[in-house]
C-alpha cells in the first residue's frame, strides 16, 4: 500500500523536499488541528495543495488497493498474469517521476505540469472505471491497460511537482513555516491513501453491481476525487506564486556522463574516467558526480527489497482472499483491506523506533550506523516471506482436504434423518460414527463399491435396535441421507460439489426432506442483499447457488403460506470458499414443524485472515529499517546538488524490484505459491550477505556542505541541505 519509496520527492530546479523529515508528534498533530481550522499563518495557496494532495493520494491508493482481485476475478486472469500486470503497472509509475521532474523543470514549470499531466491521470481513472462496466469492457484487457499507462503517466509525473511546488508558496528563510507545511502535507497524504485503502474494497465487496462486486463503483469514486483533486488544484490559480524552469541537473548529469563516455578514447588527462569530461563541464560537477557514482553503487542490490515489498499488494493480496475475512461481531474485512496494515503501522513503529529501539541500541553500544540498518531491513524483509509462506503452507494443506482422492477411492458422509441417536460402525473401512437426529459427519475417505453398516439404536429409539444396510459408494462424493420406511433404512445419495468456488464466494444448495414444498429465503448480514429459493418439493435437493459468504438470516414458508420454523431469528453461515447442503427436516417432537441444519460438502476457508498480521509487522519493520535510513544515507554521502540524481537512482531501485516480480511471475517456473514465497525469501537472504559484505567495505564520507547544514531545517528549497540525523528523521509515508 502505502510505500517507502513514495516518500521523497525527485525536485525540480535540482532541490530536494523531503515530505519524509516530518515526525510523527503531538507538535505535528497539533498543526494539522490548526490547519484544518484555519489558525494558521501558512499562504492560503496551500490548502488548495494539500487539499489537491489528498484527493490525489485517496484515487491513487483506492485504485490500486483493488487492482489485482480486478484482474482475477473480473477479468479471469490467472494469479500469475494478474501480478505480472499489476507490477508492471508500479514499474511504470517509478519510471515516469523522472520525465515530470524533466518537463516541469525544461519546459512547463510545476504548475502547468501537474495541471496538464493531472488531466491525463483523470482519462486514465475514467478509462478504467468505464473499463469495470460489463456492457462497456467486453472483458478486454486493451481498455484496463490503456487506463493504467495513462494512470502511471500521470501519477509519476505529477509525485516530482507536487511537495516542491508547496515548498515554492513559501520563503525559503522561512523554516519554521516550511516545517509546519511538510507536516500538514505529510498528514494530508496519509489521511487519503490509509481512508482509500479501507474503504475502496468495502465499495467493491459490500456493494454489488451487474450481477456481482461492483468494481465500477470502486474505481469510479478515486476517479471522481482525481477530477476534485484538479479542481481544488485550479481554484487555487490566481494564488500561487509560480517559478519558471530553470533546468534540471538529472540533463547535465546524464550529458556529463555521455560526453566522458564519448571521450573514452580521447588525450585529455584524467585520473578518473569522468575527467574525460573536463573540456566541457566544470571540476566541481565532475567531483559532485563521483561522488553520487559511490553512493549509487549501493544501490545495485536494493532492489530486491522492494520486490518482496510491493508483493503485498499482489501475493499478499491473492493470498488474503483464500483466507476467511469473518471477524465476528466487527464483520467482515475484505482481503484488499489488509493493505491497510502498512500505513497503520508506519505511523505506530517510526515512533517506537526512534523513541525506543534506536536509543535502547545506543545505549547497549550496538552499532546501527545506516547500511546496517538497512541491512537488517532487508533481512526483515526475508523473515516476513518466511512467515507468508508457512501460512500459505496451512492454506494448501487445507486445500489437499477438499481434493476427491485418486484411484479407487472415494468420499462419503452420512446425514440422519431418522429420529433416533444412531451408532454406525464398519471396521474394515474404519468407520465408527455417533449421529444424533439431524447430524451429520465430516467426509470419510473409503474404497468406491458397495459397503455393509451396522446400525446400532440407543435405547430410547422405538423404531430398532440395529439393522444392518448397504451402501453403494460411488466414485464421486457424495453425501447419503437415511431414513427409516416399512422396517428398513433407506439412503437417498446427494452428490456433493468438489469444486472449489470462487473467492469470496460460498456455494450452498437447500434438501427438503420434509412433507410440505416449501420456498427458502436467505438474507446476507452486511449487504441486507436476498437470496429466494421457491417451490422445494419434498425430497427434492435444490441446486447449488453461489453467494457472497457471510451470515445470513432465513425463512421458510410452505406451500400453504406458514411459517414450519420455530427458531427465533435463525441464521446460517457460509464460509469464504466452502460448500454447503442446508438440510429442511421434520421436528422429532412435531411434525408439523422443522429443524434446520448446514451440512459441510467442502471446508471452507478457516484460517482467519488476522493470521497474516505478523508478516506485515515484520515487513513494516524492515521498511522502517531500510528505506527511511536508504535515502538519509544518500543525502549523507554525497554531495547536496546531486540528491535529485540520487532520488532518482532510488525510485529506479523500486522500478526494478517490481520488474523482477514480472520476470518471475510471468516465467512461471515455481510449483506453487508456497514455494514462490520461500524462493523470494531465499532470494532476499543472498542479497543481504552480498550487501552486508559491500556495507563492511564502504567507508563514510562527511561533506563540508552538509557539516554546515546539521539542523531541523530540513526539506528546504534552493537547495538547501535534507539531511538529517537519526533522531530527526521521519519518514513521509506516501509521498515522491
Same mark, same amino acid.
Given at each position: ?94 519510471? $515516469? ?9 525544461? =519546459? ?5 505540469? @501537474? ?39 500521470? $501519477? ?50 459490500? +456493494? ?53 563516455? !564519448? ?9 578518473? =574516467? ?15 558526480? %563521483? ?39 466487527? !464483520? ?6 489488509? &493493505? ?47 512467515? #507468508? ?7 494448501? #494443506? ?88 416399512? &422396517? &428398513?433404512?433407506?439412503?437417498?445419495? +446427494? ?11 460460498? @456455494? ?106 505478523? &508478516? ?5 519493520? !524492515?521498511? +522502517? ?31 526494478? !524490484? ?74 513521509? %509515508?506516501?509521498?515522491?
Amino acid at each position: 500500500m502505502s510505500e517507502e519509496e513514495d516518500k521523497s520527492t525527485v525536485l525540480t530546479d535540482g532541490q530536494s523536499t523531503d515530505v519524509e523529515d516530518r515526525k510523527i508528534s503531538g507538535k505535528a498533530w497539533g498543526r494539522v488541528k490548526n490547519f484544518t481550522s484555519c489558525i494558521s499563518d501558512l499562504p492560503k495557496s496551500i490548502y488548495f495543495i494539500v487539499g489537491n494532495e489528498f484527493c490525489e493520494r485517496f484515487s491513487y491508493y483506492g485504485m490500486r488497493a483493488i487492482l489485482v482481485l480486478y484482474f482475477t476475478n473480473f477479468y479471469g486472469l490467472d494469479k500469475n498474469t494478474a501480478t505480472a500486470l499489476y507490477h508492471a503497472f508500479v514499474m511504470l509509475c517509478y519510471f $515516469t517521476p523522472l520525465l515530470g521532474a524533466m518537463l516541469a523543470d525544461g =519546459w512547463l514549470g510545476k504548475y502547468r505540469t @501537474i495541471l496538464y499531466v493531472s488531466l491525463i491521470y483523470a482519462i486514465g481513472n475514467t478509462v478504467v472505471t468505464l473499463t469495470a462496466i460489463p456492457p462497456l469492457s467486453h472483458k478486454s484487457l486493451a481498455g484496463p491497460i490503456i487506463g493504467l499507462m495513462l494512470i502511471g503517466f500521470g $501519477t509519476g509525473g505529477i509525485k516530482p511537482c507536487v511537495s516542491a511546488f508547496g515548498g515554492d508558496q513559501i520563503n525559503p528563510n522561512q523554516h519554521k513555516l516550511l516545517e509546519r507545511f511538510f507536516s500538514i502535507f505529510y498528514f494530508s497524504i496519509n489521511a487519503g491513501s490509509v481512508l482509500s485503502t479501507i474503504f475502496t474494497p468495502i465499495l467493491r465487496g459490500n +456493494v454489488h453491481c451487474f450481477h456481482g462486486d461492483c468494481y465500477a463503483l470502486a474505481f469510479g469514486i478515486p476517479a471522481i476525487l482525481m477530477v476534485v483533486a484538479i479542481f481544488v488544484f485550479w481554484m487555487g490559480r490566481p494564488l500561487y506564486k509560480r517559478n519558471p524552469p530553470t533546468g534540471n541537473i538529472l540533463a547535465d548529469v546524464c550529458k556529463a556522463i555521455c560526453h566522458a563516455i !564519448g571521450n573514452r578514447k580521447s588525450d585529455i588527462p584524467a585520473n578518473h =574516467w569522468l575527467d574525460k569530461a573536463s573540456d566541457r563541464f566544470s571540476p566541481k560537477l565532475l567531483e559532485d558526480i %563521483k561522488a553520487m557514482l559511490r553512493v549509487l553503487v549501493m544501490f545495485i542490490p536494493l532492489p530486491i527489497f522492494w520486490t518482496l515489498f510491493d508483493q503485498q499488494g499482489s501475493r499478499w493480496t491473492l493470498q488474503a482472499e483464500e483466507m476467511s475475512g469473518n471477524l465476528g461481531p466487527l !464483520g467482515k474485512m475484505q482481503p484488499d483491506q489488509m &493493505q491497510a496494515a502498512n500505513p497503520v503501522l508506519i505511523i505506530i513503529l517510526i515512533p517506537v523506533f526512534e523513541s525506543l529501539i534506536y536509543p535502547l541500541l545506543r545505549k547497549l553500544k550496538i552499532p546501527m550506523r545506516p547500511l546496517q540498518r538497512m541491512c537488517t531491513g532487508i533481512i526483515f524483509a526475508s523473515f516476513a516471506f518466511v512467515i #507468508a509462506g508457512l501460512l500459505q503452507l496451512q492454506i494448501e #494443506a487445507l486445500d489437499v482436504d477438499r481434493t476427491h482422492p485418486e484411484g479407487n477411492l472415494t468420499r462419503f458422509s452420512l446425514v440422519n434423518n431418522i429420529p433416533c441417536n444412531l451408532n454406525f460402525v464398519q471396521k474394515q473401512a474404519g468407520v465408527a460414527l455417533n449421529l444424533n437426529y439431524t447430524q451429520s459427519n465430516s467426509y470419510i475417505t473409503a474404497p468406491s463399491g458397495p459397503m455393509t453398516l451396522t446400525v446400532t439404536a440407543n435405547n430410547s429409539c422405538s423404531l430398532f435396535k440395529q439393522k444392518k444396510f448397504q451402501l453403494h459408494l460411488s466414485e464421486s462424493s457424495s453425501s447419503y441421507v437415511l431414513s427409516y420406511q416399512n &422396517q &428398513q433404512i433407506f439412503s437417498q445419495k +446427494v452428490k456433493a460439489n468438489v469444486t472449489r468456488p470462487k473467492s469470496d464466494r460460498a @456455494i450452498i444448495r437447500i434438501f427438503n426432506t420434509w412433507k410440505k414444498s416449501i420456498n427458502f429465503t436467505l438474507t446476507a448480514a452486511t449487504n441486507k442483499k436476498q437470496h429466494k429459493i421457491s417451490f422445494i418439493e419434498p425430497m427434492q435437493v435444490y441446486n447449488y447457488t453461489v453467494v457472497y459468504y457471510d451470515t445470513y438470516s432465513y425463512s421458510i414458508i410452505d406451500e400453504d403460506g406458514s411459517n414450519p420454523n420455530p427458531t427465533k431469528n435463525p441464521t446460517v453461515e457460509f464460509g469464504n470458499n466452502g460448500a454447503y447442503t442446508v438440510y429442511v427436516q421434520p421436528s422429532v417432537s412435531d411434525p408439523n414443524k422443522v429443524v434446520v441444519t448446514n451440512h459441510v460438502d467442502i471446508q471452507p476457508n478457516s484460517i482467519p485472515i488476522l493470521w497474516q498480521a505478523p &508478516q506485515y509487522i515484520v515487513m513494516t519493520a !524492515g521498511e +522502517v529499517m531500510f528505506s527511511i535510513t536508504g535515502l538519509e544515507f544518500a543525502y549523507s554521502q554525497a554531495p547536496a546538488s546531486m540528491k535529485s540524481c540520487l532520488q532518482a537512482g532510488w525510485l529506479l531501485t523500486v522500478a526494478f !524490484g517490481n520488474l523482477i516480480v514480472v520476470i518471475v511471475a510471468e516465467a512461471r517456473f515455481i510449483p506453487d505459491q508456497a514455494a514462490e514465497f520461500f524462493f523470494f525469501a531465499g532470494l532476499s537472504a543472498c542479497i543481504f550477505v552480498i550487501f552486508v559484505i559491500m556495507s563492511h567495505f564502504y567507508k563514510y564520507v562527511r561533506h563540508e556542505e552538509v557539516e554546515k547544514e546539521l539542523s531541523d531545517t530540513v526539506g528546504l528549497i534552493n537547495g538547501e541541505s535534507n539531511y538529517v540525523s537519526d533522531e530527526e528523521h521521519q519518514p513521509d %509515508k506516501n509521498e515522491l
